[in-house]
Antibody
Framework: QITLRESGPTLLKPTQTLTLTCTFS??????????VGWIRQPPGKALEWLAV???????RYSPSLQSRLTVTKDTSKNQVVLTMTNIDPVDTGTYYC???????????WGQGILVSVSS | DIQMTQSPSSLSASVGDRVTITCRAS??????LGWYQQKPGKAPKRLIY???TLQNGVPSRFSGSGYGTEFTLTISSLQPEDFATYYC?????????FGQGTKVEIK
C-alpha cells in the first residue's frame, strides 16, 4: 500500500527558507518510472504544480518558481525534500506531495500540510 | 507553458442532473489529461486519467472524453457526494498545468 506524508514547519516569516519533507512507503524511488511531485494550493484558490523528481534524479520545476525551488531525494530514507527560498506571504497554502508513475500522478497523494507565511 | 482553460468556473445543479465540465488546452496534448475531484480540506482525488480511463473504484457515472485540445468530464447523474471542485491537469509537457477549477454546487 502506497502512502505519502508531508512534514515541516507550518508557520514561517517572510524571507525565510521553507523545507518540506515527503516521507513515503510502498514504493521505491530507485524503481524505473517512479517519481514524486509537489503541488500547492493557496487558500480558496486553484492547484499549482511545483516540481517533480524521478528515480534517475531527473528534476523539473515550475518556471515561475524555479529560481527558488530545489527538490532532492534520499532513496535510503524513502524521502523527498522540497526547499523554497525567500518565502513570501503569497506562498501561504497547502502543500501536497504525490506519487508519480510513468509520467503521471498516481491516485496516491499525501494529506497535505498547511504552511502560513506571516511577519 | 500549456494553458488549461476550464469552464465553467462554477455551476449549480440538482441531484440527478447531467453535468459537463470542459477543459481546453492552449496546444495539443494528445490524451495526456486527468480529471480530479477535491472536497474541502481534502487532497485531490483522481477520477480519470489518459483523458477517458476511469480510475479504479470511481463510479461509472463519471466519464471523460476528448483529444488534442478539447476535453470534457461528464457526470451522468449527479449524486450528493459529487458536490465538490473539479480540476483538469495536463501531463503532456512540463510544467504540468491545472485548470482553474469548477465548483459544483447544490441548486
Amino acid at each position: 500500500q502506497i502512502t505519502l506524508r508531508e512534514s515541516g514547519p507550518t508557520l514561517l516569516k517572510p524571507t525565510q527558507t521553507l523545507t518540506l519533507t515527503c516521507t513515503f512507503s510502498g514504493f521505491s524511488l530507485s524503481t524505473s518510472g517512479v517519481g514524486v511531485g509537489w503541488i500547492r494550493q493557496p487558500p480558496g484558490k486553484a492547484l499549482e504544480w511545483l516540481a517533480v523528481i524521478y528515480w534517475n534524479d531527473d528534476k523539473r520545476y515550475s518556471p515561475s518558481l524555479q529560481s527558488r525551488l530545489t527538490v532532492t531525494k534520499d532513496t535510503s530514507k524513502n524521502q523527498v525534500v522540497l526547499t523554497m527560498t525567500n518565502i513570501d506571504p503569497v506562498d501561504t497554502g497547502t502543500y501536497y506531495c504525490a506519487h508519480i508513475l510513468y509520467g503521471d500522478f498516481s491516485p496516491r497523494w499525501g494529506q497535505g500540510i498547511l504552511v502560513s507565511v506571516s511577519s | 507553458d500549456i494553458q488549461m482553460t476550464q469552464s465553467p468556473s462554477s455551476l449549480s445543479a440538482s441531484v440527478g442532473d447531467r453535468v459537463t465540465i470542459t477543459c481546453r488546452a492552449s496546444q495539443g496534448i494528445g490524451k495526456d489529461l486527468g480529471w480530479y475531484q477535491q472536497k474541502p480540506g481534502k487532497a485531490p482525488k483522481r477520477l480519470i486519467y489518459a483523458a477517458s480511463t476511469l480510475q479504479n473504484g470511481v463510479p461509472s457515472r463519471f466519464s471523460g472524453s476528448g483529444y488534442g485540445t478539447e476535453f470534457t468530464l461528464t457526470i451522468s447523474s449527479l449524486q450528493p457526494e459529487d458536490f465538490a471542485t473539479y480540476y483538469c491537469l495536463q501531463v503532456y509537457d512540463y510544467p504540468w498545468t491545472f485548470g482553474q477549477g469548477t465548483k459544483v454546487e447544490i441548486k
